[in-house]
């Protein structure tokens, strides 16, 4: 772990208490020890000013990455040291999805946090497209988590552009919606599924950052909390979340509604 980097950076990571690794349950474990498929490791916290506009937040920030993606950047970094390529450590980035947690609160006095899980989406998590209302959900949910009386988390999912089949692929769906497919005809097109995002690793990070209790999840979508349930999570209230709903992205709003997202038509006015 970290052999990409000066050995000594990580024994300070170590030392202050900054890097972690959990076992699929969210159990802290050796981060020395050989251990087995879905442990995940995390640097943290490290403070990070928010600004959405002219609102600011103070968010508790730590970087997660599984082991099994970590071991292979390991490999790659020693053929790049080998051959001298330091121009071409940028490349370890492409082989890494870093998922991230944002922390609000103190999590001792948690009792029933708020959560989102927000699934990456490039186009309106920071191009602010209006194609679809990610952007003004996740401003949304920080803002609501922020000023809620426990605070709660916030995980950033970053293998999760458009529902998991990738942002080239995503392209190729808004060029067939724009032909008149809507977000789900189009994934069928492509021989893609409808929906081929994984939460497991998110609940892994719930079981860690939550623990067994309670808590309420921002979503409309059914599916979400279905998948954290079978992964072992319970006492789940959803909270329903419809923000940034336009003129532009009532057509794909509709389609969610019709997939068996928790929406109902006077979400759209």
Not at 107 to 124: E, I, K, M, N
Not at 165 to 185: F, P
Not at 231 to 246: E, M, N, Q, S, W
């Amino acid at each position: 772990m970290f052999t990409y980097l000066d050995p000594g950076v990580r024994e300070r990571l170590l030392a202050g208490g900054k890097l972690l690794r959990i076992d699929r349950q969210g159990v802290p474990v050796d981060v020395d020890a050989v251990t087995g498929a879905g442990t995940i490791s995390i640097l943290g916290p490290i403070p990070l000013p928010l600004a959405f506009g002219d609102e600011r937040y103070l968010g508790q920030w730590y970087a997660c990455v599984r082991n099994t993606e970590l071991s292979r950047i390991e490999e790659i970094a020693e053929q790049l040291r080998a051959a001298n390529a330091q121009a071409s450590f940028a490349s370890l980035a492409s082989s890494m999805a870093v998922n991230s947690v944002l922390v609000f609160g103190d999590p001792a006095a948690w009792s029933d946090p708020l959560v989102r899980v927000h699934s990456s989406c490039l186009t309106g998590d920071v191009f602010g497209s209006e194609r679809c209302e990610c952007g003004p959900q996740l401003h949304s949910a920080v803002r609501l988590i922020d000023a809620d009386e426990q605070g709660g988390i916030v995980i950033y999912m970053s293998g999760h552009e458009g529902r998991g089949i990738g942002l080239w692929a995503k392209a190729a769906t808004y060029l067939l919606q724009d032909g008149g497919e809507n977000t789900y005809e189009a994934n069928r097109s492509l021989g893609l599924p409808d929906d081929s995002r994984d939460f497991s690793d998110a609940a892994t990070l719930l079981k860690y950052f939550r623990g067994p209790g309670p808590f309420r999840l921002l979503t409309n979508n059914p599916k979400k909390i279905t998948d954290l349930e079978a992964a072992g999570l319970r006492d789940i209230t959803p909270v329903k979340h419809v923000f940034g709903v336009t003129a532009a992205n009532r057509r794909y709003l509709s389609a969610k509604k019709d997939w068996g997202h928790q929406l109902a038509d006077d979400d759209f006015d």
